[in-house]
DNA sequence: GTAACTGCAAACCTTTTGCAGCTTG
DNA sequence: CAAGCTGCAAAAGGTTTGCAGTTAC
């Protein structure tokens, strides 16, 4: 990881911008959220953790699922569920927010490019009078390697 | 439920068409998500049926599983999650496929009418290579009757 | 120093499974 | 009659919670 410690500064500073109290756990669960390009498990971001740290410094699965909740709850983090199972999978919130493409095969997942839904919400609360906070899309099919 | 036997013919030919033994507790849950018009829990449709039939004649959860199960793999129903908690839902499979508004608030589910994606998945196709079978969308919002 | 966080173990809730007995075709 | 379905109870898998000890501010 190129320039740790400013990392460990801009997740302070995020973290006390949302009244988040600054641990090592919710460090290395951010900063682990922050080096994937896909929605994760918790229970991917604990083995991950646990591969990557020294026994005495494992992150609890617990807290895990703790502080995904604070972060969902500050918004730095969204939660979905998809595929075929449905285990909730986290992902750091991005201000352009993407949706997958999944593969029922392999579970493997690509993400598209753009949103299909672009002004549509508008229309859509016009419409039904809902106030629309977000949307949930995922596609599913069969990826290219998966179709022989 | 007018026209009772009509009803009952018809299943029976439904569930010969797709190998499905016709029995009387698969009768009792698809005839129940006939009746909804709404995605529905495995739970609820347990919780439904035990109040509707005699205490000797209810269909045990277990089993309300394995039905949907079977139902979900003929293709009579479709199985997602959403909302804020991540159970499964289960609805009768329409042609005229149909995505849901959710309030956060008050978890009314509003069946939206026509599909914005139409079209959008032969796009997406040719730019991925994907071959697609199925597209989730559940919109989140707050409803106009908890807007206050 | 104190309020909040963490680890651990146990609980919880939805869903699945093994088995013995019953139904359907 | 045989194959397959159901009920029951128990297990499984993901997620949450209570509590005692530790840490951040």
Redesign the interface.
Known sequence: MVNKQKNLDEMANLFKKNGIKNTKQRQRVFDYLASCNQPVTADAIYDALKIELLNDDRVNLSTVYRVLDIFVKNRLVTKT??GND?K?VFELYRVEHRHH?I??RCNAI?A?KGC??KG??QS??QA?????????????????KC?N
């Open positions: 569920s998809f449905y909730a493409l593969c029922v690509t598209i299909p839904l549509y919400e859509l609360s039904t009078h809902f106030k629309i906070l977000e949307h949930r899309l995922e596609i599913l099919g069969v990826c290219p179709q």
